[in-house]
């Protein structure tokens, strides 16, 4: 869950500015949705992997 959040949070720190400059125009149609949609879920993909890495770094630590 903590990666989700993070993932989120990163997508939308990083792409509100560029909304508010004016780099992803929604009605424009299909042109700027696509990349949107893209770097969305690689921001989710990396949040959950960095997420699961750190706790699997923290379980292996114990076990040791």
Wanted: hydrophobic share 50%; no cysteine; charged share 10%.
């Amino acid at each position: 869950m903590g990666g989700l959040v993070v993932g989120i949070g990163v997508f939308l720190l990083i792409t509100s500015p560029l909304y508010l400059m004016g780099a992803y125009r929604l009605d424009s149609g299909n042109a700027n949705i696509v990349p949107l949609i893209t770097s969305f879920i690689l921001f989710i993909a990396v949040g959950l992997y960095a997420y699961k890495t750190k706790r699997m770094k923290k379980y292996t630590a114990v076990y040791q």
